[in-house]
T-cell receptor, first 112, second 114 residues
């Protein structure tokens, strides 16, 4: 079965610093979703990547999917306290499947 | 447009009690899903309904039952709650069972079984 491994598990950065979170799949990805979760709340959709080499940006967050479609990275530029939370990557296990398999998450803390 | 709603937000049960978690979506989506989230485990699929009238088991279905009441509503039932079912439960929906459709998540239900 497919597994998604996220690294690092947790991250503490100083406000203003850049950071990268990685998500590696044991199988070729049919798509890759990034979500953000604040403690006690639901999942907020960030971005979806589908094509090898694809890159998307929203405000200060950039996500990339590698050419082989087995690894994705999430990069935050000039981090702010509002970026703190748990970042989850998720991927459908098949082309015609709508459910997602998730990584275990990366907990990000941003020190003011 | 409320998206995906879940009730209740919090619940405490005693071992052996039963309860139903409710989920509704107003986006006219065909597919709905129930996940549980445990510390250090990420989200795991319990059951899903690819379309109205169908339900299928996910990765961790034991101890649960589901009902797709209509296109909008998908409920999760615990017949005899156990401490191992203490978790945060998320409902999600998507337009259709495809890898190209974004999943929309509800705010979650925090369940504690004593």
């Amino acid at each position: 079965s497919q597994e998604l491994e996220q690294s690092p598990q947790s991250l503490i950065v100083q406000e203003g610093k850049n950071l990268t979170i990685n998500c590696t799949s044991s199988k070729t990805l049919y798509g890759l979703y990034w979500y953000k979760q604040k403690y006690g709340e639901g999942l907020i959709f960030l971005m979806m990547l589908q094509k090898g080499g694809e890159e998307k940006s929203h405000e200060k967050i950039t996500a990339k999917l590698d050419e082989k479609k087995q690894q994705s990275s999430l990069h935050i530029t000039a981090s702010q306290p509002s970026h703190a939370g748990i970042y989850l990557c998720g991927a459908p296990p098949g082309r015609s499947q709508g459910n997602l398999i998730f990584g275990k998450g990366t907990k990000l803390s941003v020190k003011p | 447009n409320a998206g995906v709603t879940q009730t209740p937000k919090f619940q405490v049960l005693k071992t052996g009690q039963s309860m139903t978690l409710q989920c509704a979506q107003d986006m006219n989506h065909n597919s709905m899903y129930w996940y549980r989230q445990d510390p250090g485990m990420g989200l795991r699929l319990i059951y899903y309904s690819a379309s109205e009238g169908t339900t299928d088991k996910g990765e961790v279905p034991n101890g649960y039952n589901v009902s797709r009441l209509n296109k909008r509503e998908f409920s999760l039932r615990l017949e005899s709650a156990a401490p191992s079912q203490t978790s945060v439960y998320f409902c999600a929906s998507t337009q259709s069972p495809s890898s190209y459709n974004e999943q929309f998540f509800g705010p979650g239900t925090r369940l504690t079984v004593l």
